[in-house]
């Protein structure tokens, strides 16, 4: 039988290749996201390649939506061996005094209370197993900060210290925690950060070969695939031209 992944935000970028990567290494699939049509789109794409996939639309945001969606999950859905906590977002590059609570409340809530309300619900199920892997997605933001990165920055730090957690409380039961820390990706997330601003996306990537999303999805099916014994738990992924959140070469 195959193994099960459960992976949030798959309706785009990284999510999205890490959901075509692992059907492509055997893996069924969960897959989870707002936008509903899309998620349909890569579950049927996901389905040609002959893997089974239940795509499930909610918000990681609403704790009953997650809880429910989870309770429901009847049969070998239960069975999650590999849960990728990637959905999340940044919102703005305002320094703090002139900060937009909103956008605050947006990335606190999907980054960090999103992705403990999903473990909250997924961990159990690994537990009962006495098996499972825990992979989330942090970033380079999550190593350091850089100037109107604050609240981004903070949410990722706070990715990288629920990794360390989850690894001492989850150590008993056998279940691996992997923290994966990107730099520059080119994916949607820039475009949301900039709020349509397509020309700002853009530009963030100008000069120089960012990281793709299947180069980090190409990563988590190495850590998801290490034999038993061995947990890669913590993976920091720049492009070549940057050195730290900071410092990058542009041509
Ligand atoms: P994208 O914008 O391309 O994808 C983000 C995904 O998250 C989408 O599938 C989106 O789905 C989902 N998502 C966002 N908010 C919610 C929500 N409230 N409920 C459910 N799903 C949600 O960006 P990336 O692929 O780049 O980002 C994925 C992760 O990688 C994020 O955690 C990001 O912080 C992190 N990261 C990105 C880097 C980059 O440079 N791109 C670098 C380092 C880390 P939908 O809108 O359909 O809900
Ligand atoms: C996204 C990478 O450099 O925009 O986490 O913070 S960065």
Request: glycine share 8%; hydrophobic share 40%; aromatic share 4%.
């Amino acid at each position: 039988m195959n193994k099960i992944a459960f992976i949030t935000g798959a309706t785009s970028g990284i999510g999205q290749a890490t959901a075509l990567k692992t059907a492509e290494a055997g893996y069924d699939l969960i897959i989870t996201g707002r936008r509903k049509e899309r998620l349909e789109e890569i579950a049927q794409k996901i389905r040609a390649k002959g893997v089974e996939v239940l795509p499930l639309c909610f918000d990681v945001r609403n704790p009953q939506e997650v809880h429910e969606a989870v309770q429901r999950l009847e049969g070998k859905w239960q069975n999650i061996d590999v849960l990728v906590n990637n959905a999340g977002l940044a919102v703005g590059v305002s320094p703090i005094q002139e900060g937009i609570l909103d956008d605050w409340e947006r990335m606190i809530d999907t980054n960090v209370k999103g992705l403990l309300y999903i473990t909250r619900e997924v961990a159990p199920l690994m537990i009962r197993r006495q098996k499972g892997h825990i992979v989330n997605i942090a970033s380079t933001a999550g190593k350091e900060v850089y100037p109107g990165g604050n609240v981004y920055c903070a949410t990722k730090h706070a990715v990288d210290a629920l990794s360390k957690a989850m690894r001492m409380d989850m150590l008993k039961d056998h279940i691996k925690v992997t923290n994966i820390a990107p730099g520059m990706v080119e994916t949607e997330f820039s475009l949301v950060r900039y709020k349509g601003d397509a020309e700002a996306a853009k530009n963030v990537y100008s000069g120089l070969t960012p990281l793709s999303n299947e180069d980090i999805a190409n990563v988590i099916v190495f850590a998801i695939s290490c034999p038993e014994h061995v947990c890669l738990n913590d993976i920091v992924i720049t492009p070549t031209a940057q050195a730290n959140a900071r410092d990058v070469v542009r041509k």
